[in-house]
């Protein structure tokens, strides 16, 4: 046994063929000292990962307090200039269009400080969304985040920005929520029980992160429900009995088929009136979200950031397109069902429960039997 080295391909059926029982312990002692090496290498870099983290947000916060003190020093500065300036306090008077001049690299400094702060500030806000599983709030805070990064690596000037590292930084904090978010709503997307209103919501959030067309998103959200449906039937899944499993599935399948009508069907589904209600003509702009900033503040903005909303060209989802979606759904759910109930079945005791079952569920499939006809 001295020559075994890779502990982790031990043929365990072998190992109690072939060797003595002081070998075996000596293997079992050596898989013990390995397990305990690997325990405390975990705990070491799961400790040094938690202080990067402190680290991180400690940088964060004084980013945070050193852009407002900036801010409120440069206030001063001017009030300041202003006043000595009308008491014939200074040598000389600029004229108009110098005044005109400083004034316009004043706002522009002033505008970026301002949009450097609320980069320092969104992590947070966004953060606080997904905690409360307002994923498309926090789909348009990114959105937001995103438009301001980009605006001040291309608009502001070179020399000024070299002074500001910190947004290029902030960007590379803030570009993790794309994986945040999708993945976020992709796992609501796959509950078993998901109400219309949530449902339309993550999807308009995956819609504006991928900047993709209706079609595409229908066929993502009916492969998500085939997989919690498969999910629900498998062994593994929460629910033990095979009534509970069965039924389960069954709610889900209607579940599916009225989140498919009442989000896709027409051109008022309820999708495009979430995606309408935030990039129509009538819609307010996204900084709008931002309740904690003062109102002064935001006003010395640039247009294209205090303006600036979500922006989307889609193409509309035809009745004849959705029915297409929802007949490969239903064939997908017809070979899973197949495969699964046959082998649950076999399981079920006696007649009874499998009059019970079929009672139950044909109460369950009356409620949206006309909602599947009309899709298909």
């Known amino acids: 046994m001295a020559n075994v080295t890779n502990l982790l391909h031990i043929n365990v059926d072998k190992l109690f063929e072939q060797c003595g029982v002081a070998d075996i312990d000596l293997v079992h002692k050596r898989l013990q000292s390995e397990v305990e090496l690997k325990r405390e290498e975990l705990r070491t870099m799961v400790g040094e990962r938690y202080r990067d983290l402190l680290k991180a947000a400690d940088t964060i916060g004084d980013m945070r307090n050193t852009a407002g003190s900036i801010i409120e020093n440069v206030d001063t500065i001017q009030a300041a200039c202003r006043k000595l300036n009308d008491h014939q306090l200074i040598g000389f008077r600029t004229d108009h269009q110098q005044r005109k001049l400083r004034k316009t690299t004043n706002d522009t400094f002033h505008a970026v400080i301002v949009q450097i702060k609320l980069l320092t500030s969104l992590p947070e806000m966004i953060w606080s969304a997904i905690d409360g599983e307002d994923f498309f709030v926090a789909t348009q805070l990114f959105i937001f985040s995103r438009h301001i990064s980009t605006g001040l ?6 020399a000024l920005m070299a002074k500001f590292p910190v947004a290029k930084k902030q960007w590379a904090v803030l570009s993790q929520f794309f994986f945040t978010i999708k993945q976020n709503c992709s796992s609501c997307l796959e509950r078993e029980d998901l109400q219309p209103e949530v449902a339309a919501k993550c999807l308009a959030s995956l819609v504006l992160l991928e900047s993709c067309q209706l ?15 498969a999910g629900v039937l498998a062994e593994g899944s929460r629910h033990e009995k095979v009534r509970d499993k069965i039924l389960a599935s069954l709610k889900l399948l209607m579940n599916t088929v ?25 819609a307010q702009p996204t900084i709008g979200l931002i309740k904690s900033e003062d109102p002064k503040i935001i006003q010395t903005l640039p247009d294209i950031i205090s303006r600036f909303r979500p922006r989307i060209q889609l193409e509309p989802l035809s009745d004849e397109r959705v029915g297409k979606h929802s007949k490969i759904w239903l064939q997908s759910v017809e070979k899973i069902a197949t495969n699964q109930l046959s082998k649950l079945m076999n399981l079920v005791p006696s007649i ?25």
């Open 153 to 158: 690596q291309l608009d502001s000037n070179a």
């Open 215 to 229: 079609d595409h998103i229908l066929s993502v959200f009916v492969q998500m429900r085939l997989k919690a449906f």
């Open 258 to 282: 009225e989140l498919i009508h009442t989000c896709f069907v027409g051109v008022d589904g309820l999708l495009m009136r979430e995606l309408n209600f935030i990039t129509g003509e009538n």
């Open 352 to 376: 009874k429960v499998l009059h019970d079952i079929r009672k139950l569920s044909l109460a369950v499939a009356k409620k949206t039997g006309k909602l599947v006809f009309n899709l298909c």
